[in-house]
């Protein structure tokens, strides 16, 4: 997992273009059925305690990127994004204590815009227009992990699937004229991920798990900072390309 932060970092570093970089940090919301199956089965194998694990769905992410801008006035931008999210359960009784760690680290490309922008038909700013939209795809890599009384008794290998993303923000206000603080939500599609390891992280063993690949959801609520930093004259085909003059909101 390790070389895999610092390869997925060096390519977010080394992106091209007039880009700012970006900070966030998320509530996350997990939804498998199967996931949740395997908590239910956990309860009634653990039901003589009184005691339970709650759904596995609640969790929390950050994100570090560069938002490159591909035309200012039609407010087209690409975010190129390192999201890591963390999903922790515990189970506690006075002879044991179980827990489980379910992570996810990723890289992600999005298109952000705004459908009016698209037409020249709105003013924009350093990063476009103030409510934005985004949709894009990427690739994640996923492991569990479970810890018995503080020991570490498992830990998967880290497994990699393709997701897809859809969302939308607003640039809300600006600290010192420098960072821009941006609300959003972003929902996150997986439709071939294997959850194997989940059972086994949460059970102790992966008999009867379900076979081949399953959709998993993730929708993140969190708060992005943005760093404004003065923006270089582009010249050539780019420039002629996504750039052309259009119309401001006052000019129509």
């Known amino acids: 997992m390790r070389w895999k932060i610092g390869l997925l970092l060096m390519l977010l570093l080394n992106a091209n273009g007039y880009s700012q970089v970006s900070l966030d940090f998320r509530y996350q919301f997990f939804q498998n059925t199967q996931v949740n199956r395997s908590i239910e089965a956990f309860n009634l194998g653990h039901s003589y305690t009184g005691k339970g694990m709650q759904y ?16 200012g ?24 204590t179980i827990r489980t760690t379910h992570e996810q680290l990723g890289l992600t490309g999005e298109l952000l815009f705004h459908p009016k922008a698209l037409k020249g038909k709105m003013s924009t700013g350093p990063l476009g227009t103030r409510l934005f939209y985004s949709i894009g795809a990427g690739y994640a890599f996923a492991r569990s992990g479970t810890w018995k009384n503080g020991e570490g008794v498992y830990l998967s290998s880290p497994k990699g699937s393709t997701l897809f993303t859809v969302g939308m923000g607003q640039r809300r206000a600006m600290i010192r004229s420098r960072i ?21 992280a949460i059970l102790g063993t992966a008999l009867n798990a379900p076979s081949g690949s399953h959709i998993v959801w993730q929708t993140n609520f969190g708060i992005e900072f943005t760093w404004l ?4 004259t582009r010249k050539g085909f780019w420039r002629q390309l996504f750039h052309k003059r259009v119309k401001s909101a006052t000019e129509i």
């Open 180 to 200: 821009v603080v941006s609300p959003f939500i972003k929902i996150y599609a997986s439709p071939w991920r294997e959850i194997g390891d989940y059972q086994k």
């Open 229 to 232: 930093k003065k923006e270089k």
């Open 73 to 96: 006035p039609r407010s087209v931008f690409l975010q190129l994004q390192v999201p890591y999210q963390r999903l922790d359960q515990r189970f506690a009784t006075p002879d044991v």
């Open 56 to 71: 596995l769905h609640h969790g929390y992410a950050a994100s570090v990127g560069k938002i490159i801008k591909l035309s």
